[in-house]
C-alpha cells in the first residue's frame, strides 16, 4: 500500500512563495508519477501539475506555468511544489496522488494524500 503525506501549506501574501512536500511510503514509490493537484470551495478538483518516476518529465496546468516548479528526490520518497508569485486564485486545498500514467487527470491516480491547505490573502 502507497501512502502519500503532503505538507508546507499555510497562509501566505499575494506575491509571496511557499514549497509543498509531498512524502511517499511504500511498495515501490519511486516508480510513480506523483501529481498536485487543488480544489477551491465550490470547484472540481484540478491538476497543477506532474511529474515522471525519473523526474525526467514534467508537466504544468497553464495557470500556473511559470510561477510552480515540481521536482523529486527518488533518494528522499519526497516530491516538492515549489510555488512563486502566488495569487488568491491559487488558495485552495493541494493533494498529491500517485500513479501509473504522466497525466494531470484525476481518475488516473489511485493513490491519494490528505490534502493541505494553501491560502493566499492579504
Known amino acids: 500500500q502507497l501512502q502519500l503525506v503532503e505538507s508546507g501549506g499555510g497562509l501566505v501574501q499575494p506575491g509571496g512563495s511557499l514549497r509543498l512536500s509531498c512524502a511517499a511510503s511504500?511498495?515501490?514509490?519511486?516508480?510513480?508519477?506523483i501529481g498536485w493537484f487543488r480544489q477551491a470551495p465550490g470547484k472540481e478538483r484540478e491538476g497543477v501539475s506532474c511529474?515522471?518516476?525519473?523526474?525526467?518529465?514534467?508537466n504544468y496546468a497553464d495557470s500556473v506555468k511559470g510561477r510552480f516548479t515540481i521536482s523529486r528526490d527518488n533518494a528522499k520518497n519526497t516530491v516538492y511544489l515549489q510555488m512563486n508569485s502566488l495569487k488568491p486564485d491559487d488558495t485552495a486545498i493541494y493533494y498529491c496522488?500517485?500513479?501509473?500514467?504522466?497525466?494531470?487527470?484525476?481518475?488516473?491516480?489511485?493513490?491519494w494524500g490528505q490534502g493541505t491547505q494553501v491560502t493566499v490573502s492579504s
Open positions: 511529474i515522471s518516476s525519473s523526474g525526467g518529465s514534467t
Open positions: 511504500g511498495f515501490a514509490s519511486n516508480y510513480y508519477t
Open positions: 496522488a500517485a500513479g501509473r500514467l504522466w497525466s494531470l487527470l484525476r481518475h488516473d491516480y489511485a493513490y
